[in-house]
């Protein structure tokens, strides 16, 4: 396996968020190594692809940039090329995942409220998506909008984000 500084796509760009958009829970990594769990190899190679500190993953209070997701996603996705990597990146994540969103969406009343909950708090989810709900009668619709140019990234955030939606609607 090759290092990240010689690997022929690192040099491609990263997505750009606004700053507001940028920093998450290590929980998210930390899920993103469970998938990998197998490879230890490949997860000490994917933080430190993305300059990540082993540490920092069960480290609660700890923040991951967005650009250091995206270079470990990129690193990863160089090493494990699948588009099955998005859908179990979502099966893993839980409401829970969300902290308070998560808790508050836990607490409601019905599947809908929980997912009204998540959409109009949806500023506070690690999707880089925007969330529209639509409610007619007893059909729901859910759509998931671009916000960012998310390159060659945009096909595992948009199944890790459905998956998720699907898997905490059960």
Do not use: W
Request: charged share 15%; hydrophobic share 40%; with cysteine.
């Amino acid at each position: 396996m090759s290092s990240h500084a010689s690997d022929p796509q690192s040099s491609m760009p990263l997505p750009k968020v606004p700053s507001d958009h940028q920093h998450h829970p290590s929980l998210v990594i930390k899920h993103y190594l469970d998938l990998i769990a197998d490879t230890p190899i490949l997860q000490r190679s994917c933080l430190n692809a993305a300059n990540i500190p082993k540490n920092s993953i069960t480290d609660p209070y700890a923040k991951v940039s967005s650009a250091r997701e995206f270079s470990f996603l990129q690193h990863l996705l160089l090493h494990m090329p699948s588009n099955m990597l998005g859908f179990d990146a979502g099966k893993s994540f839980h409401v829970n995942c969300h902290e308070h969103l998560g808790f508050a969406a836990l607490s409601s009343n019905t599947p809908l409220d929980a997912l009204k909950s998540l959409v109009n708090f949806s500023g506070l989810t690690y999707s880089f998506f925007s969330l529209n709900l639509t409610v007619k009668n007893t059909f729901v619709r859910l759509t998931l909008e671009d916000q960012y140019d998310l390159g060659e990234l945009y096909i595992f955030y948009l199944l890790r984000d459905i998956t998720f939606v699907i898997t905490a609607g059960r």
